[in-house]
């Protein structure tokens, strides 16, 4: 029973991933064009007349609040901070690339239990379920920090 709802867990993961993507808006491009704070997911005040962003560069930028806030955090001892650097982590360019990667081993684990599957080994689809399961758990966590809920007018 256990075994059956483990092998079933990757697929659960996935389809939630795309009932948050329709209940929510992708706003990924604007953090990480520093139009949007990646904390608390307002929009950043914008200079007059200059503009605010550079559409190739990434920049991602804390409001002040937010900043005040996880100085505050730090001084006593607080995670704000830390937390705040993993959440830009996740959300930046740079992660692609390990998304890349775990998505490429992902697919490795699946085929690697297929040709095991053919060849009567049994015991595999166990790393490639927990593999696939680690990396939807890590998709959903990104899609958490760059999405908002829709409002009724979109
Ligand atoms: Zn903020």
Redesign the pocket.
């Known amino acids: 029973m256990f075994g059956l709802l483990f092998s079933l867990l990757p697929m659960i993961l996935i389809g939630y991933y795309f009932f948050t993507m329709k209940k929510g808006n992708d706003i990924s491009w604007e953090i990480r064009r520093g139009m949007i704070?990646?904390?608390?997911?307002?929009n950043?005040p914008v200079n007059d007349g200059e503009f605010p962003y550079d559409p190739k560069k990434e920049n991602i930028v804390?409001?002040?609040?937010?900043?005040r806030?996880e100085a505050i955090d730090s001084v006593v001892g607080g995670r704000k901070h830390l937390l705040s650097k993993i959440r830009i982590y996740f959300i930046s360019d740079k992660f692609k690339t390990v998304q890349k990667i775990l998505l490429g081993v992902s697919c490795a684990f699946v085929l690697v239990d297929i040709t095991c599957i053919c060849f009567g080994i049994k015991g595999m689809s166990v790393f490639s379920n927990g593999f696939n399961t680690l990396y939807w758990v890590i998709m959903l966590i990104r899609r958490r920090y760059t999405s908002i809920k829709k409002t009724p007018q979109d």
């Open positions: 704070c990646p904390s608390c997911k307002e950043l804390t409001c002040i609040s937010c900043k806030d």
